[in-house]
């Protein structure tokens, strides 16, 4: 199977839905499904749109070739087998753009179509936003977190080897400079960043002379190669030593310094001293090493220029899902909604604005149904959050670019409420109103 | 790019390290590469070695093409490009099986080959192996807390798509029954599961008369396309009402039926007596919901008859990666090692076997250097936990397939001191002994 196939990163459910749907003419309903998320993460204020645009790309590939029916052909019968090999989404969706903030209920994304076109899209639709959504949403609290310092997305090794390439791609959306994983900048063109680990210092053992650890011979290969533009590892043995000897390798030209273990305020501090005496004023200092946006928020202070986050980037920061479901809300025009305990819907399909004061600042997310005004807000404007993505099945013209989003989350963060951008747990950052009937 | 290109998973610096150790020839160094965790997750007893067999797999698609390299030509060189070109990995590999235990400092993979050939598969070789090991490492103590109760893998739509696939894969080589994933199934033959959604329910509103909200009708259109041994989501409206619907249409042949929210034990043991009063005794019971290794535990008095997981297991419930570190210990025949503070590797290649009693519990992990003998245990029996993988960059003949691997850690679980299957927090299982110089 290619990447580009998609239509197998779906659950069996979805198919033996369809094979019922399609004896008994459901498969045929006007129906419109809907993404939200019921709450956020604990005391997150808010959450970040991300995956659209892989979502509508994953689409095209949304197919069901020959290799692919072979394998279905004892999961579903014949005649689903001809329906899925003839099958094209051919509906509509709407929803809020990449970069969007989101808050409870939100309605993410709405699907319309036939009963069969929309439901075989629903693992798909959720694995993209689900996972892509929850990297953006901690990555946002980590750029916030670091302020005016740039932000290096490295932790491609922290998870699964595909989701890496999304994490670097949602994180970017979310305002980190750059990221260490290839196939990201070649794919999206995600600025590339990286320069070496420990263990090229350790390859270098008994060359070189000096102490025989052959750092002075590491740094100098790394140079010849890269420049003394270059960022140097200090800290694979003695940092004071390694920051003296990068400099006496590179001059004081030298382009970085990275500390990776360690006390990072309180080194950082020091090898800024060092660098300073030793008249490497312009030395960057980048910090990594288990970084989470509390501890980007700590070394504010300190003497740091980047950062480099990795395991709680794509771990999403102890909320590695964003908790979006994707439900049926309304068939040939009837609202319809689960009504057992605990996990209610809201039937009917729904369009969402939001209300802002004449300064920007956000006052209230309004939920209201699709296709009616949107409710009197007395001196707010309201913008309307969800936007065309897909006509009769196909992408529309000019989708936002990673860079559009990235500039539109940037605005966005700008508008909440003071305390949205706290890092402290508490409630969403805006409250929602569902003007529903 | 194709799935099978997996060359551009990788860090941007591993090539740049390779860039500048062409030029002064540290290239060529003859280097082992261990792969270990330094910790398990907080309180965890053992983890769960998987992806292996996927790292093995990809190894084979680790070639960079025109279409890779001309990506990389503002990354490195003409040189490093050239040896891009035709790279192929020639060296060794050993490792841990999949589905083997390892505690921290396990030695679970060892890479020797040139410094350049076995630099350039830490990002992918990470990626597989911390992200498919800790889904196992979770899905095991799910397992266990299950008893002979089987597991579903519904986890899909809340991880990344790809990720997916694997998470099924792990699950599995963990003892988890089936996967909702159909590409798991196509791909690895992973049994397949999955009957409908709430939306199915839903999409048959105002339908087949009687209530009108559908779900006798729903109901006979699953029966009529899976037949009566399907299982039926009785908790889309009223549950009670939902079981006899579903008893009235299936008749007490019924195969199951599924609860998906609520008081999960109280509604099995409700639903239970509704099934044993109409008759139908032999329905099974399936429960779903957010279930983690804890609330799997706290039904096991219930009368349940199988769990479906989804998002703690896809999560690692709550450690989503496995923190392996890919380190070069040896250069040339001498052991290296990082030195600064908190992140200390030991040097050298190493080794590592288990000791056990004639009963076959396990004592201690003891890890010593590579070629050297197994230390003295005192009446126990040691066995070599390393087996060989890949052979001058051939995998090896024979490797274990992944009911192999299920085989073998149902095996190893029951080998564990009492103590070490407990799901409270507490030390590893077993101590590990490093029989180190």
Same mark, same amino acid.
């Given at each position: 199977?290619?990447i580009d196939n998609?239509a197998?990163?779906t659950?069996?459910y979805?198919?033996t ?8 003419g459901?498969?045929r309903?006007?129906?419109t499904?809907e993404?939200f998320?019921?709450r ?5 204020r808010?959450?970040?749109?991300? &995956?659209?645009g892989?979502l509508?790309e994953a689409l ?6 020959e ?6 052909a004892d ?6 087998l ?10 509509d969706?709407d &929803? ?7 808050f409870p209920g939100?309605?993410i994304?709405?699907v319309?179509?036939?009963?069969a076109?929309?439901v075989?899209? %629903?693992t798909l639709?959720l694995s993209?936003?689900n996972h892509?959504?929850?990297?953006a949403s901690?990555?946002?609290r ?15 090794r922290?998870t699964?080897?595909?989701a890496a390439v999304a994490?670097a ?20 063109g995600?600025p ?6 420990h263990?090229f210092?350790?390859?270098?053992? !008994? ?6 650890? !052959?750092?002075r011979?590491?740094?100098a ?7 003394? !533009?270059? =960022?140097?590892?200090?800290d =694979?043995?003695?940092i004071?030593?390694?920051?003296a =000897?990068?400099? %006496? ?6 382009g970085g310094v990275r500390?990776?273990?360690?006390d990072?305020?309180v080194?950082a501090?020091?090898v800024r ?13 980048v910090?990594?090493?288990d970084l ?8 504010r202070? %300190?003497?740091?220029d980047a950062? !480099? ?7 999403g ?5 964003a908790g979006m ?7 040939d025009?009837?609202?319809?909604a689960?009504?057992?305990s ?7 399909a729904?369009s ?5 004061r004449?300064?920007?600042t956000?006052?209230? %997310?309004?939920i209201?149904?699709a ?9 707010? =404007?309201?913008?309307a959050?969800?936007?065309p993505?897909?006509r &009769?099945g ?5 989708l ?10 940037a605005s ?7 305390e ?5 747990s508490?409630?969403?950052a805006?409250p ?6």
């Amino acid at each position: 199977m290619s990447i580009d196939n998609t239509a197998m990163f779906t659950d069996r459910y979805e198919l033996t839905m369809v094979s019922a749907a399609l004896r008994d003419g459901t498969a045929r309903r006007r129906c419109t499904f809907e993404v939200f998320a019921r709450r956020l993460p604990d005391g997150r204020r808010y959450g970040v749109v991300a &995956g659209t645009g892989r979502l509508i790309e994953a689409l095209a590939g949304f197919r069901f070739g020959e290799e692919q029916l072979r394998s279905l052909a004892d999961v579903v019968d014949d005649a689903t087998l001809d329906w899925l090999r003839s099958y094209r989404f051919s509906g509509d969706i709407d &929803g809020y753009r990449e970069g969007e903030l989101f808050f409870p209920g939100s309605p993410i994304l709405s699907v319309r179509g036939t009963f069969a076109d929309a439901v075989v899209l %629903e693992t798909l639709a959720l694995s993209i936003l689900n996972h892509d959504s929850a990297i953006a949403s901690a990555a946002a609290r980590m750029v916030t977190a670091a302020g005016s310092r740039p932000i290096i997305e490295m932790g491609s090794r922290r998870t699964h080897e595909s989701a890496a390439v999304a994490c670097a791609r949602a994180a970017f959306i979310a305002g980190m400079a750059s990221t260490s994983n290839l196939e990201a900048t070649r794919r999206y063109g995600v600025p590339g960043a990286g320069t070496s680990a420990h263990s090229f210092t350790l390859a270098h053992v !008994g060359l070189g002379g000096g102490t025989g650890d !052959g750092e002075r011979a590491a740094f100098a290969a790394q140079i010849a190669a890269l420049g003394v !533009g270059t =960022t140097l590892l200090v800290d =694979t043995y003695d940092i004071t030593r390694g920051v003296a =000897t990068a400099v %006496e390798v590179a001059g004081t030209g030298l382009g970085g310094v990275r500390i990776d273990s360690g006390d990072l305020g309180v080194l950082a501090r020091q090898v800024r001293a060092q660098l300073d005496d030793l008249g490497a004023v312009n030395t960057r200092i980048v910090v990594s090493g288990d970084l989470d946006e509390y501890a980007i928020a700590a070394l504010r202070a %300190e003497p740091v220029d980047a950062y !480099g986050v990795g395991t709680q980037l794509v771990t999403g920061s102890g909320a590695p899902t964003a908790g979006m479901v994707y439900k049926l809300v309304e068939v040939d025009g009837v609202g319809v909604a689960k009504r057992s305990s605990h996990k209610e819907s809201r039937g009917g399909a729904k369009s969402a604005s939001r209300a802002a004061r004449d300064t920007g600042t956000i006052v209230e %997310e309004i939920i209201h149904p699709a296709g009616s005004p949107v409710p009197h807000t007395d001196g707010l =404007t309201t913008t309307a959050l969800q936007i065309p993505l897909v006509r &009769g099945g196909e992408p529309v013209d000019d989708l936002p670019s990673i860079t559009d989003s990235r500039e539109h989350l940037a605005s966005a963060l700008v508008s909440l409420p003071w305390e949205g951008l706290s890092l402290s747990s508490g409630e969403p950052a805006v409250p929602t109103r569902f003007a529903l009937p």
